[in-house]
């Protein structure tokens, strides 16, 4: 993409960026972010226009609070797509990852290989190829002695070893143990998992509270899951039980009581 930059006194900047694949997002490199960033710290507003091959932008900033991203580092990462997650977001400086606060300051130095978003005080991070947990100032408070490890969802975070997914609590101690081959989070006291062929929803004790049938199963939302039976989708209840018939092509997670179908 190729972007121009008008600031307040009507000094005009041309720059290239570009834009991953199903992302909003425009990425710098480090000269042409600091020209932005320097732009956006004035007074007034910002004009950038934005011209590709199949689309054209033109809008107003009047600060630099949705441009977090423009700050000069290699790239501000979030596993949902929100960038600040806890008042931290997880950048990356070469090929290791820290933190910055959203004033842009590097909060936590870049020490680690891959890191993820606080959840619950907590953000799972990686060295040496084991995974961990640190706090908000930085403290490594779970070692890293996981093979693969998630975001905490209602105190309990799913965690991988010697192929098998189980789950911790905040203080790190195994509680379900490591005996599935599949997991989700937990939502509303509830998570779907999988041993072999087999799909089962358990309870935060790691109790099966109803086997499931189906291809394909998501997270629980709005106390509904999603469940592909022969090619069709329908929805669960978190008993297990159907509770819209399997007839569906696509489906969407239910939200504020709506699902898309089609």
Same mark, same amino acid.
């Given at each position: 993409?190729?972007?121009?930059?008008?600031?307040?006194?009507?000094?005009?900047?041309?720059?290239?960026?570009?834009?991953?694949?199903?992302?909003?997002?425009?990425?710098?490199?480090?000269?042409?972010?600091?020209?932005?960033?320097?732009?956006?710290?004035?007074?007034?507003?910002?004009?950038?226009?934005?011209?590709?091959?199949?689309?054209?932008?033109?809008?107003?900033?009047? /600060?630099? +609070? $949705?441009? =977090?991203?423009?700050?000069?580092?290699?790239?501000?990462? %979030?596993? @949902?797509?929100? &960038?600040?997650?806890?008042?931290?977001?997880?950048?990356?400086?070469?090929?290791?990852?820290?933190?910055?606060?959203?004033?842009?300051?590097?909060?936590?130095?870049?020490?680690?290989?891959?890191?993820?978003?606080?959840?619950?005080?907590?953000?799972?991070?990686?060295?040496?190829?084991?995974?961990?947990?640190?706090?908000?100032?930085?403290?490594?408070?779970?070692?890293?002695?996981?093979?693969?490890?998630?975001?905490?969802?209602?105190?309990?975070?799913?965690?991988?070893?010697?192929?098998?997914?189980?789950?911790? /609590?905040? +203080? $790190?101690? =195994?509680?379900?143990?490591?005996?599935?081959?599949?997991? %989700?989070? @937990?939502?509303? &006291?509830?998570?779907?998992?999988?041993?072999?062929?087999?799909?089962?929803?358990?309870?935060?004790?790691?109790?099966?509270?109803?086997?499931?049938?189906?291809?394909?199963?998501?997270?629980?939302?709005?106390?509904?899951?999603?469940?592909?039976?022969?090619?069709?989708?329908?929805?669960?209840?978190?008993?297990?039980?159907?509770?819209?018939?399997?007839?569906?092509?696509?489906?969407?997670?239910?939200?504020?009581?709506?699902?898309?179908?089609?």
């Amino acid at each position: 993409y190729k972007v121009s930059l008008m600031d307040p006194q009507g000094a005009r900047y041309y720059l290239t960026a570009s834009m991953p694949s199903k992302s909003d997002m425009l990425r710098f490199n480090e000269a042409d972010s600091k020209t932005i960033v320097k732009a956006l710290c004035q007074n007034g507003l910002v004009r950038f226009s934005i011209q590709g091959d199949t689309s054209k932008y033109l809008f107003n900033i009047s /600060d630099s +609070s $949705g441009f =977090l991203s423009m700050i000069s580092y290699d790239s501000l990462l %979030s596993t @949902f797509g929100q &960038g600040f997650s806890e008042g931290l977001a997880a950048v990356s400086k070469g090929f290791m990852y820290g933190y910055i606060d959203t004033t842009g300051e590097l909060v936590i130095p870049y020490e680690w290989d891959e890191a993820y978003d606080f959840s619950e005080g907590l953000a799972a991070v990686k060295k040496a190829d084991k995974w961990g947990y640190i706090d908000t100032t930085g403290i490594l408070v779970i070692p890293s002695v996981w093979d693969r490890a998630g975001d905490f969802s209602e105190g309990l975070a799913y965690v991988k070893q010697n192929g098998k997914w189980g789950y911790i /609590d905040t +203080s $790190g101690k =195994l509680v379900i143990p490591c005996e599935w081959t599949w997991m %989700s989070d @937990f939502r509303n &006291g509830i998570a779907y998992v999988e041993k072999g062929n087999a799909q089962y929803i358990i309870d935060t004790a790691g109790k099966i509270v109803s086997s499931v049938e189906g291809s394909d199963i998501s997270s629980f939302n709005d106390g509904l899951a999603r469940v592909k039976q022969a090619g069709k989708w329908g929805y669960i209840d978190t008993t297990g039980k159907v509770v819209i018939p399997f007839e569906w092509s696509e489906t969407t997670l239910f939200s504020e009581g709506l699902a898309g179908v089609c």
